[in-house]
């Protein structure tokens, strides 16, 4: 019997052990939700894409961490490369020099993922990116990056729940008004129109956080369109658009 409960004692030791040694690191977006686990996508109908996200130290130590990334499906003819602290070729998949976070602090500067499609080419490409403590590389935190200038790919996000935005009305001709609320915290905010091709059609700001907007689109030719709202870089949704000029 005592064996038995010295024996339930060390497996419970180890488990908490090893979720403490977890916990050191967490993985944040834009609105400061985890997303430890989570495939996040990242969206633009041109040229490169680029992913934010921030690393908080939950422990009470500065913590030394190293970055690497792991291909999970990457398209033909596309390149990628990360920032971790330093900016790496792209053919480096792993961090040397560790970037220092204070206790409990979060770093919101030192992490951006790049990746580059193909010119005239809907495509996406995802990408892990794992986060460990120097020298403890079991403690480790990870996240998904999908990249994409598929504007199908985009739809099925629809909007970020702490945001509203629609299109009316929707077939449009000539003009279409689009209604939108954003974040309180909202900051370089702006509406992008794309065809099925990905190219970027219409591009207007979007400078306060709710609002209606009416906008032209009597130079689009017939067919399907989608628009989305990007904030602070952040792609927050993607909804379809039919244009009958």
């Given amino acids: 019997m005592n064996m038995k409960k010295h024996l339930l004692t060390l497996i419970v030791g180890l488990l908490i052990g090893t979720f403490a040694q977890a916990?050191?690191?967490?993985?944040?977006?834009h609105d400061?939700?985890?997303?430890?686990?989570e495939t996040v996508k990242f969206f633009a109908g041109q040229g490169?894409?680029?992913?934010?996200?921030?690393?908080?130290?939950?422990?009470?130590?500065?913590k030394p961490v190293q970055a690497r990334k792991i291909y999970l499906d990457i398209a033909e003819n596309t390149d990628n490369y990360f920032c971790w602290g330093a900016c790496l070729a792209f053919t480096v998949f792993e961090t040397t020099n560790p970037v220092t976070i204070g206790a409990s602090e979060i770093d919101e500067s030192s992490f951006s993922g790049h990746y580059f499609p193909e010119?005239?080419?809907?495509?996406?490409?995802?990408?892990?990116?794992?986060?460990?403590?120097?020298?403890?590389?079991?403690?480790?935190?990870?996240?998904?990056?999908?990249?994409?200038?598929?504007?199908?790919?985009?739809?099925?996000d629809n909007f970020a729940s702490n945001t509203s935005v629609n299109a009316y009305p929707n077939p449009a001709s000539n003009s279409v008004n689009i209604a939108y609320?954003?974040?309180?915290?909202?900051?370089?905010?702006?509406?992008?129109?794309?065809?099925?091709?990905?190219?970027?059609?219409?591009?207007?700001?979007?400078?306060?956080?709710?609002?209606?907007?009416?906008?032209?689109i009597s130079g689009l030719n017939n067919g399907m369109y989608f628009y989305s709202v990007m904030i602070n870089n952040n792609l927050y949704g993607t909804k379809k658009l039919i244009v009958k000029n």
């Fill in 48 to 62: 490169e894409i680029v992913a934010h996200i921030s690393v908080e130290n939950l422990t009470s130590e500065n």
């Fill in 23 to 29: 916990q050191s690191l967490d993985l944040l977006d």
């Fill in 181 to 216: 609320e954003l974040p309180v915290d909202s900051k370089e905010a702006k509406l992008a129109v794309f065809n099925v091709l990905g190219n970027k059609v219409i591009e207007m700001p979007l400078n306060n956080v709710s609002g209606l907007e009416e906008v032209n």
């Fill in 32 to 37: 400061g939700n985890s997303i430890v686990g």
């Fill in 119 to 156: 010119d005239g080419v809907l495509a996406a490409t995802t990408v892990r990116y794992e986060f460990f403590v120097d020298g403890s590389p079991s403690d480790m935190v990870w996240f998904i990056a999908k990249y994409t200038n598929d504007p199908y790919e985009a739809v099925g």
